[in-house]
């Protein structure tokens, strides 16, 4: 359940690397970037640790737009994200396995059994340094 949420657009910045060339003239132009407040802001909130939901809407066009390969990149990155944010925050040693499992290149050339193995020995190995629900 989100702790905040956030109403509002998504958007995109295109800069000029030098910033004393004129916006309105050809030239060289760096992004798009993500932007906008609202993103902004719940990026931040979700960086310190709260859970946060987006409610916005993007736009049809090009910026808007993502090819099928690149979203379906994008939403295994956001899975591995989520699966590690909860780890953390509910202390969910099987969601931090979970995440480990949908890294691409583990999953290239480990079997599932083989990344639960190799999780419990590297949080074995590094017991010391992580939290005490990873090692139970």
Avoid: W
């Amino acid at each position: 359940m989100p702790q905040v949420i956030v109403v509002g657009e998504a958007l995109v910045e295109i800069m000029r690397p030098d910033s004393s060339a004129p916006l309105d003239r050809p030239g060289l132009f760096h992004g798009p970037f993500a932007s906008g407040a609202p993103a902004i802001f719940a990026v931040a909130a979700a960086r310190l640790g709260l859970a946060v939901g987006f409610a916005g809407a993007v736009g049809s066009d090009g910026f808007g737009r993502l090819p099928t390969q690149l979203a379906a990149l994008n939403m295994q990155h956001m899975a591995f994200h989520d699966l590690v944010t909860t780890a953390v925050l509910e202390q969910d040693r099987e969601a931090a396995v979970h995440a480990l499992m949908l890294d691409p290149l583990t999953a290239a050339v480990c079997s599932l059994e083989e990344i639960r193995q190799m999780f419990d020995e590297m949080a074995k190995a590094q017991v010391d340094y992580l939290p005490e629900f990873i090692n139970g």
